[in-house]
């Protein structure tokens, strides 16, 4: 049955019997490391954000572990296709946290050049796909990334995100009928954190969980502990391995819960109740594996201060250098809509920079955004 | 009457029609108990119960689909769009289908409601939070297509567009929810007809039409000409669909001179087809070019959306040219 | 589990032990009636579209039971929101098939006034709602009706049916999951003919029925033989007393078979074996219930002439007529785009007419559907 | 070089970049055993198996939802759309997705491809078989457009667009897919630029620009025209997007007078685009109104539609109003 939750560590952090996944005591301190950066960056964007340095943020507290349980369970030459609330997935890929802290401040040197908001980043040497607001696109997008690997047949997969609001876009629905016919080597995971944005996962479908909806396309589904970063492995290792060995996609649901407000913009005060909250406090992910490293002797004040302080350093050093670089140049606005400037489009370039050049234009940057 | 922003007079039409026709149901993401993101519909579940106020799972197709259904059995249901970049998966239900419906069926079914729609940029949403889209709808005939600029006008015509038989996309230009005025909004039931253009500053050199946020812009720039002795009249459309093409062809016919001004790109936005109509019927009175001041054509860009916007400079330069041409 | 298959009768028209609605004899011959007679409408219209005399038509032939049976259950307020294969549903609805033949002509008296392509019909009187050509844009319309009559406290139902190619598209997704999350009173009926033009239900789902897609939505699933008037019955009746008695929607999947052309301008032997159809060919709906009524001593010969030139009598009358009744003409054109007809249009409207008196206009009615 | 039609020269095309290019891949519903519902795609899967050529379940969200991740993978897919009307479902990645995405990403993803689609009316398929809404996609950046009139350009602008490292929407007027001429194509690859218009008629008394289908109309009002010595210059775009700005000026300074003629509705067609841009660029040489003769403000009609389409007399007819004003 798929309501089955699939986990690794229980709620106290011991390991159920037999159940650890191969590997090493470096990676486990990493899959730390990183869920602790991982809070860093979220405490860090906030308060960029309240201290007015950035216009949003968009935060993954109570999320970490599926996050990086998840990245570590990948192959490099693996594709994502990430959801915008995934920054401990990428930093779990190698991204540079100077980079991402780049797209927040949307500077000169940001990948994507400041034409994103906050948090939407593109990283292509992790095949990190850039994020799109409109929920669910990105999902068949996917499959068709999948399809092409398994034309060229390599042996790479694809994974994809959604919430559990977006598993009611039409995304949803034709990605996982495309990627289940195709048989392409696609993973498709849900964040089920149990809210999109006010509206609880009870409202937003009847089905007894995410993964059942695996039966409407013919594929496996499972339901695994989301704050639980073993648990989490394991199944991306599992859905992974299917895929590689041509035997198509499978859908994860992962149960966690969005710990703090939607975004920068979000008061979860006015639509659910503190209790809630605090149940799911107890369910920590950073702290329940901090336990199991603790039973493992894996773990000590030390390393805790380095994972702490060390993530702290180097994102304020790095927050401070993304403020610096400054906005990207006016007409760097007209480049990259098409390969080659189109010559009206270059008419209008000239036009602006014109304006610009003479001190005529008077738009002022402000506003900021309220969601 | 109270003072009251653009955000607070939508929020006091939906109440006056909430409480006075038990067909009105409001429907969407998020505007329940928080009330909307940007909390136009603050209050109204608590006081008109679940019944009447819903919030819907992530779909806009379900979203305008099921509002679609409402308003073929009687109902007049008003679904909200979180934001208008966020409609296209609920395009085919626009266009398809509530724009077609009386047609089609040759009047047998109708599908009277309104789809209200935060639009435009100057809150730093980035590509998919900016976006003012309305050129892909007036080019669709069977929908009406309203954006309001003033608290009163807000009121009076989305109540217009509530008692209309037709679907109405009711678009708010989110960036002047709360800025430029608060003025004062009459209670109870009132309405601003649909159709009807408003001249917002009279002038004789040179006419700048407009349309939703732009059209504060286009009066910032008639002050600044003013200090050059340029008279500016500017015509703020209200409605693209219906058009007020006479008030359109007057203005032209006042000052012999046109800029328009809009915010969405400017290849194929609704400011061509107002230029289209001037040349189609008004040429003979035109003593200068029609000088279009609008998005550029690229994707609504972040950190730049101020330069992208047209800003007073943009207009003032374009009023310069038309008038010295 | 949903991939049980209810039915009936069995293949040889015998009734399996109990399963027998509760229906009149008038009212098993009635059914008899009706499903001839959308099979020589169907005749009728390839017949005429043949001759040159429409430009399209498009084929119920073999899904006669599954019409006839699914109308014969419901109440006369409930609403349909039917796809375009469908004129036997109509028909037993209580559609006039002179009303039908209006449309197909495209002429001044049907109830669309010439404006959509044949067999996209509008019956407000029998709550049948206009039929639009996109596929499953219906659905979640449907949902919306019956969430109305939700609200008003009504005991209706509204119903709505789809292709299985029709549950690969968005309406199909949006529409089940508003269904259950809103407890509508409302039926999806999947008519699952194996086709969807030339791609096969194997290439359009991995899942192992429609029936079984109920369950990503929380919602009962029922699997039924479309062959079948009197389980199509059962099962419509079935979901119509869970819709209203407050428990919300169904989804049955009807298993039947496209025997002819997808429409008039298809050719299927490009696509699928003879043999395939031949099979299916034994499966005739009309036949077996031909043979139930011999059993239950409903039918002899005569009552099977009535039907049979009853049926082509009436058809043949009814072509004759509303071939002569000519097209609208062209100032409704303009008519109905709005309730009122803005300024603007009414100036086009008069610019064409003028046009048209005074010979101006060159354009031909020529041209046929191809598809 | 054999003769063919337009929809033999997509086929050509089609399969010369089949076999040219390993990264192309055809995919759509029916594309595959059947060839496609017009048999745009006859053959295709058979020479070059189901990997390269498939039809898809019944979504085209999906069609181009997954085209979108092959090409940011490095295919070079075609989807094929049905009908330009069945684009809506996919609406959203069209404009949100393929448009945006060199952009949104600073030019790290990038999705080439080519999306075919019939388009417009003339075959007597009613509100969903008909459409022609280039407009839509014109209006948004990042957006190639592309539609053939003839069966050699048809080919080389194909394959054009298929070389091509942007998404290009590839609109093929299905009225003239079979109709109006057969002519010779030239084997093997070769290339008709995009972006460029083409001079269908040399004229000097008024300019007729137009694209697609109309075009032909247009010839055949030309040809009218000349019976009455009026000599008409017919422009075909070829290219909606990019623009050829440069060629539209250039008629309208030859003859001073200009009648724009496209299928779509009226209010909002891209027709308006090109009668803003000569307004604002080529005022000064213009001698008369510039009208525009378009289908109108209402649903592709059924029964009525060779009088919503325009015909010759209608073209005719605008431009004796705009030779005698
Ligand atoms: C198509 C679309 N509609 C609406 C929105 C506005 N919106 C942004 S996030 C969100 C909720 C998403 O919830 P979920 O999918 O559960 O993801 P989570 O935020 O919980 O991670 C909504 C409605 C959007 N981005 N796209
Ligand atoms: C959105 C959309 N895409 C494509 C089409 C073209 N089309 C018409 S019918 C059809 C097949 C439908 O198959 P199915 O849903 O199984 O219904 P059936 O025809 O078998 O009754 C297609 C692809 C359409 N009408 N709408
Ligand atoms: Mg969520
Ligand atoms: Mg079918």
Known sequence: MPTDVQSVLQPDGKVKNGMLPDLTDDRLREMYRLMVLTRAFDDRGMNLQRQGRIGFYLPSRGEEALQVGCALALEPDDWSFPSYRMPGFALARGVDPAMMLNQIFGNAADTCRGRQMPVHYSFREQNFVSISSPIGTHIPQAVGAAMAMKYRGEKSVAITFMGDGGTSSDGFHVGLNFGAVYEAPVIFFCNNNQWAISVPFEKQTRAESVAIKAKAYGMPGVRVDGNDALAVYAAVKDAGSRARNGKGPTLIEALTFRMGPHSSSDDPSRYRPDEVVEQWQKKDPILRFREFLTGKNLWDEEFETECQEGSKALLYAAAKEAEKAGPPAVETMFEGVYREIPPELALQRDGLVGLAKSGQLTGKDEGYFPL | ?325
Request: with cysteine.
């Open chain 2, 1 to 325: 009457m109270a003072t009251s922003t653009i955000l607070g007079a939508v929020n006091d039409a939906l109440k006056t029609a909430l409480a006075k026709d038990d067909r009105v149901v409001i429907l969407g993401e998020d505007v329940g108990k928080t009330g909307g993101v940007f909390r136009a519909t603050d209050g109204l579940q608590a006081e008109f119960s679940e019944r009447r106020v819903f919030d819907t799972p992530l779909a806009e197709g379900g979203i305008i689909g099921t509002a679609i259904g409402m308003a073929l059995y009687g109902l007049r249901p008003i679904p909200e769009i979180q934001f208008l970049d966020f409609i296209y998966p609920a395009f085919d239900q626009v266009v398809s289908e509530a724009a077609k419906f009386r047609y089609r069926s040759g009047g047998e079914y109708t599908c009277p409601m309104v789809i209200r729609a935060p639009c435009g940029g100057g809150i730093k949403g980035g590509h998919y939070h900016s976006q003012s889209s309305e050129a892909y709808f007036a080019h669709t005939p069977g929908l009406k297509i309203v954006m309001p600029t003033t608290p009163a006008d807000t009121k009076g015509l989305l109540l217009s567009a509530i008692e209309d038989e037709d679907p109405v996309l009711f678009l708010e230009p989110k960036r002047i929810y709360h800025k430029k005025f608060k003025e004062e909004v009459p209670d109870g039931w009132y309405t601003v007809p649909l159709g009807k253009a408003a001249v917002r500053n009279e002038g004789t050199d040179v006419s700048v039409i407009s349309w939703g946020a732009m059209v504060h812009v286009a009066l910032e720039a008639a002050k600044k000409a003013r200090e050059k002795d340029i008279s500016v009249e500017v015509l703020d459309l209200r409605s693209i669909s219906p058009l007020d093409v006479a008030a359109v062809l007057e203005t032209v016919r006042n000052t012999g001179r046109v800029v328009i001004a809009y915010e969405a790109p400017r290849t194929g936005g609704f400011g061509a087809e107002i230029a289209a109509i001037i040349a189609e019927r008004a040429i003979e009175v035109l003593e200068a070019p029609i000088a279009r001041v609008a998005g550029f054509d690229t994707p609504f860009p972040y950190t730049l959306e101020h330069v992208y916007l047209p800003d007073a400079g943009r207009i003032l330069n374009a009023i310069d040219h038309v008038v010295n041409f």
